[in-house]
């Protein structure tokens, strides 16, 4: 091939990521579209399990190369590629050079760590939910928009719940009822042990789409606020940038707290405050009776993270990387 500032960057380049004082081995292949005439990138980083991630398209911007979530230059000499990587509010930075493609690492065999599943429950799609056990049964949600009800012992179907939209939350118990959250945008009340409808509550989030985890985005949204019952309230963040309230009784609305972006965080309870993160970058303090603002807290970045109240004090996570009390 003739060598152009394209053609030059083919094949394998690998060298280290640097965050601090860390650094973790890490390769960038470059290879052609030949559909598109167009440069495309695939990405390792064995430490994390990243593994041949792509294709990424690349763009040239004068003597600058842009892949998504990484940047970087050319050496004059034509031996090096530095850069940077973009990673939750983070810029890492690389030095890559020429390098045979990587190997997958495969796990070492080991008889003795290889768990064997008591039984398995197939579903017809990708289950992202979280499960809940009460009393030998075990519920959980579907991508296949299914709500089911499984016996923990035995993996044998009890009953299931056919909503219109993806199950992604987990499901959450409250006496004899279960509440669960679906991307049809309704949160369901459930008898716990027929699956029968109680009622339905609309959190206007259906129409708002996901952006499941892929190689040519660096977004990614993938969770679901779960129901937080307490004292007869249901609290429930939604797509449509809301915190709402309902009667847990009658389904009915008591209250909504408006944030800027979508929630995805589960909700937390105690001194009378209910605690949420939002993708706007904030957490969130409200008066559990009322839904007025006590206090808010910017993380800098999206908050997905669910808080967790103890001895007075909040801890919660954010995607700037930072865990916050």
Do not use: C
């Not at 280290?16 to 695939?42: I, Q, T």
């Not at 016996?151 to 009822?177: C, E, F, I, L």
């Amino acid at each position: 091939l003739p060598q152009t500032p394209q053609n030059l960057l083919l094949g394998t380049w690998s060298g280290e990521v640097h965050y601090g004082e860390e650094s973790k081995l890490m390769a960038l292949r470059f290879d052609l579209d030949k559909e598109k005439n167009a440069m495309v990138a695939f990405f390792d980083v064995p430490e994390m399990k990243f593994h041949n991630l792509g294709p990424i398209p690349v763009t040239r911007q004068g003597d600058e190369y842009k892949a998504v979530v990484f940047s970087f230059r050319l050496a004059t000499d034509k031996r090096s590629l530095t850069g940077k990587w973009s990673f939750d509010g983070h810029d890492l930075a690389f030095e890559l050079k020429p390098s045979p493609p990587l190997a997958e690492s495969a796990p070492s065999p080991s008889a003795s760590n290889i768990a064997r599943p008591l039984w398995t429950f197939k579903t017809g799609g990708a289950v992202w939910s979280s499960p809940v056990v009460v009393e030998d049964i075990v519920y959980f949600g579907s991508s296949d928009g299914i709500i089911y009800a499984v016996n923990a012992r035995s993996g044998k179907p009890h009953w299931q719940y056919k909503t219109a939209g993806p199950v992604m939350g987990r499901p959450a118990s409250d006496g004899p009822y279960l509440y669960a959250p679906s991307d049809d945008g309704y949160l369901y009340k459930l008898e716990r042990k027929s699956g029968r409808l109680v009622w339905r509550f609309d959190t206007h989030g259906g129409a708002v789409p996901r952006e499941l985890p892929n190689p040519k985005s660096p977004t990614y949204d993938y969770l679901a606020s779960a129901a937080t019952v307490f004292n007869g309230t249901v609290y429930i963040g939604s797509a449509d940038k809301k915190l709402y309230a309902v009667d847990a009784k009658t389904g009915r609305e008591r209250w909504h707290f408006d944030t800027q972006n979508i929630v995805r965080s589960t909700p937390a309870v105690a001194d009378g405050m209910v605690v949420i993160g939002s993708y706007d970058h904030n957490v969130y303090a409200v008066d559990a009776k009322s839904g007025a603002l006590r206090w808010k807290f910017d993380t800098l970045r999206p908050v997905v993270s669910s808080p967790l109240f103890s001895d007075g004090t909040i801890f919660i996570g954010s995607r700037s990387s930072d865990f916050f009390a």
